[in-house]
């Protein structure tokens, strides 16, 4: 079972974590839980921002509407925007080196 574990409210909800402690044997409990940061999702911060300002630039009226816009969007992403995501990882990498410690001072950027 796929968990967003995001600290949004919703995730975050106490019947939300009895039912993922019920149901999900891989439940992290939410103390435990990375704060939501750019540096440790670069596909949210990157690319969704993307998609998510060509997908909505007119109203969506239904589900159908939505996927359809979803997989035209995706398509006619740019290398360039998915190599600049990639180019992201470096800092997810330096973070778990760094095991979640300062780390902006081994990057070299």
Do not use: K
Request: contains cysteine.
């Amino acid at each position: 079972m796929f968990t967003q574990q995001d600290s949004t409210p919703a995730h975050r909800a106490r019947d939300t974590i009895e039912l993922l402690r019920r149901s999900t044997q891989e439940a992290i409990a939410p103390d435990v839980w990375r704060p939501n940061s750019q540096d440790l999702n670069p596909v949210d911060y990157a690319i969704w921002s993307i998609m998510q300002q060509r997908v909505y630039q007119i109203r969506v009226h239904d589900i159908d509407e939505l996927r359809q816009r979803l997989i035209t969007v995706w398509c006619g992403l740019e290398q360039r925007a998915v190599d600049d995501a990639i180019d992201l990882w470096q800092r997810l990498r330096a973070c778990v080196d760094a095991e979640g410690g300062h780390f902006e001072h081994n990057l070299g950027l």
